[in-house]
């Protein structure tokens, strides 16, 4: 009891810190994280505040048009709970971030109570705080994204009950009304729809089946009627733009995936040398390395991941994801891969590695050690990512 009192208090203690290093980077950045997607949500979540429902005005001309290059889901949530609260939609979403991060919290506490502030630490790495520090619909994405691979993976372990499959039809929704590639996750009622019709489970199979079904009916109804009230299905056309060389395309991708995986601070060809960056990721090569080592020598680490359902499920989620986006991205190039479209891969698999690795038994002091260097590594990346000029020029300022 005692030690889940102090996970608790870890846990309880990290989302303060990490709620105080957010709101201090929206203040002292120049734009307040606002980009301009994030804008174009302000704007339809203020448009609907102000009764004009979802037409926003015409760029450099009069009249509105309407708004159908993102789904409505972020701008709504944020319209919502600007109602609730009587904050302005601005402040609105970024409160509304620090919620979702909240939730990912207790949903990881329901995990594994023990070692939740361990799994929560992910948090603090560099991708993930730029995602909760902008107003971008990727924010919720993720908590969707966390909770599909918990409920999917009861499912998988034969606790497909009515509810179950009534929460995944709600999660897969939300995520296609929160960003249209989130159509990639009515993948996943129908895996678990053809696994249950392996097993002769043809209930449940047929459940899942007729979920799946209804998600595209319900994808194809939203899509027409962008077609018929702005003329694309999506806004604009997305497919007459020329896309890189096959060549230029992998060598994106590649440094794409390389920065998702550097925790603390990306490459950037710009900013080199960049010797905080060196520093850092040799740490970061460093503890991998003394993971690896501790660990093969008492478990098999990625049977032990495999076996586990959610972690399993984790990677089964972030790998559809990251096929969907690619496929999306081959034939339309509607933005680079950097860690705003490829962090709802990376972040699933973090989760389910870590939780692989806090489920291994604590039979020796060398496991324990390694689940407390993991946390005290992404608390370092939390740290290290306060805006440190912002900091210097104050200190000499005082001095």
Not at 54 to 76: D, I, L, M
Not at 112 to 127: D, E, I
Not at 180 to 207: Q, T
Request: glycine content about 6%; charged content about 15%.
């Amino acid at each position: 009891m005692e030690k889940s009192r102090r996970a608790d208090l870890l846990l309880l203690l990290l989302y303060t810190v990490m709620v105080a290093v957010i709101l201090f980077r929206l203040n002292v950045h120049g734009s307040g994280y606002v980009s301009p997607d994030s804008q174009a949500y302000l704007d339809l979540a203020q448009n609907i505040k102000d009764g004009h429902g979802f037409y926003v005005p015409n760029e450099g001309t009069a009249g509105r048009h309407y708004f159908s290059a993102w789904p409505v889901g972020y701008p709504v949530l944020i319209y919502l709970f600007s109602q609730v609260t009587s904050l302005d939609v601005y402040w609105a979403s970024k409160i509304l971030n620090l919620l979702f991060i909240g939730a990912g919290f207790l949903l990881l506490r329901h995990l594994c109570r023990q070692y939740a502030f361990v799994l929560a630490s992910v948090y603090g790495a560099y991708t993930y705080l730029e995602v909760y520090s902008f107003t971008w619909s990727e924010a919720p994405f993720l908590l969707g994204l966390l909770l599909l691979a918990y409920v999917a993976s009861q499912v998988w372990a034969g606790r497909g009950t009515n509810g179950h499959v009534l929460v995944i039809f709600l999660i897969c929704l939300s995520l296609f009304l929160l960003r249209y590639v989130g159509a990639f996750s009515f993948g996943v009622p129908a895996l678990l729809g053809l696994y249950w019709s392996y097993k002769r489970k043809y209930k449940v199979a047929g459940k899942l089946l007729v979920v799946t079904t209804l998600l595209a009916l319900l994808a194809a109804a939203y899509l027409y009627t962008n077609y018929r009230l702005s003329g694309f299905i999506t806004g604009f056309d997305r497919l007459k733009d020329e896309t890189e060389s096959a060549g230029g395309f992998v060598l994106m991708l590649l440094k794409g995936l390389f920065n998702e995986f550097l925790v603390i601070r990306e490459y950037r060809a710009q900013n080199q040398p960049d010797y905080l960056l060196y520093t850092t990721a040799l740490l970061q090569l460093l503890l991998l390395l003394y993971i690896v080592v501790q660990v093969r020598t008492r478990y098999s680490f990625w049977q032990e991941a495999v076996a586990d359902r959610f972690s399993a499920a984790c990677f089964g989620v972030a790998f559809l994801y990251l096929g969907a986006i690619l496929a999306l991205r081959i034939v339309s190039r509607f933005d680079e891969l950097d860690y705003r479209l490829l962090s709802p891969f990376s972040f699933p698999v973090f989760i389910g590695l870590l939780y692989t690795l806090v489920k291994l038994p604590d039979a020796s002091r060398e496991i324990v050690r390694v689940k407390y260097a993991l946390f005290c590594f992404f608390v370092l990346s939390l740290l290290v990512n306060v805006p440190k000029n912002y900091v210097v020029s104050q200190l000499q300022q005082l001095l």
